[in-house]
């Protein structure tokens, strides 16, 4: 399969955002969910999530990932751990995907585009449309980039590219909008966020050099300088939240 940035910086994390998954295995615990309960990973990534609340809270994870070589890293995941019988993986996009996956007991949604669907960009229409999606008495494990302040607009817009990002008390006020409870609401660490960006830029880069004749090489490398330029200058404004909703 052609390489792609996505599965060279991903690969091997636990969690490909600037979290830990120890901050999110202990939100995932506040839910006590029985085991056999039903998850959706919205935006699974490498699958580091999806293994962990199948191995360790025994429920049965749809892993949804638009990207066909991120969705067979998960399942080789899954299977390496033993969990492949409680991980689904769902390769498309999850706006086709979450209709026919409801209702779930938890939605999981971290670092993902659009989880609503296409178009659907304002923090409390999709809070309200993934709720919607949750049986009753459901949950919703949201973590994503979350700014510090009011940033300088040419980065709004480079960032906005892939999302309308809030404040904390942005996604927080959205998060009542749409008539969820808020069970936990915090910001990940500086340490976590160096730890994600400095570990995705060094995998990258270690790749082009022992790979500079790939063809990809070249796309690679551009998408590597965006991504560390953006964030390198973004750092002042940006944060990671993480939140724990439940449907009332
Ligand atoms: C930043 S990574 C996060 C991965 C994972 N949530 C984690 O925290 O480890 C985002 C991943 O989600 C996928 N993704 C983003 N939005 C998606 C969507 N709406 N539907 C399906 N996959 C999505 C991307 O292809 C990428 O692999």
Do not use: C
Request: no cysteine; net charge negative; aromatic share 8%.
């Amino acid at each position: 399969m052609t390489p792609t940035y996505h599965s060279i910086a991903y690969a091997g994390f636990e969690v490909a955002n600037p979290v830990t998954l120890d901050a999110i295995l202990g939100l995932v615990a506040r839910t006590a969910l029985p085991e056999g309960a039903v998850a959706l990973d919205i935006g699974a990534g490498a699958g580091g999530v999806s293994v962990a609340l199948a191995r360790d809270f025994g429920l049965r994870v749809q892993a949804i990932e638009r990207y066909p070589d991120m969705a067979e890293m998960i399942r080789d995941r899954a299977e390496a751990a033993g969990v492949a019988d409680r991980v689904a993986v769902v390769a498309e996009g999850s706006a086709t995907a979450l209709d026919r996956l409801a209702p779930a007991d938890l939605i999981v949604a971290l670092g993902s585009t659009e989880p609503a669907g296409p178009g659907i960009r304002s923090a409390t229409d999709i809070f309200a449309r993934l709720s919607a999606r949750l049986a009753s008495s459901g949950w919703l494990l949201w973590g994503d980039l979350t700014w510090k302040g009011e940033p300088p607009e040419p980065l709004r817009q480079v960032i906005g590219a892939t999302g309308d990002y809030a404040t904390h008390e942005g996604w927080l006020a959205a998060a009542e909008a749409a008539g969820l409870e808020v069970v936990s609401a915090g910001i990940a660490p500086d340490a976590d966020w160096d730890a994600f960006f400095g570990g995705a830029d060094t995998r990258v880069r270690d790749w082009l050099v022992a790979n500079p004749e790939d063809p990809a090489a070249p796309s690679i490398r551009r998408r590597a300088d965006l991504s560390r330029a953006t964030f390198d200058f973004g750092r002042p404004w940006l944060s990671f939240g993480l939140y724990l909703f439940r449907k009332p």
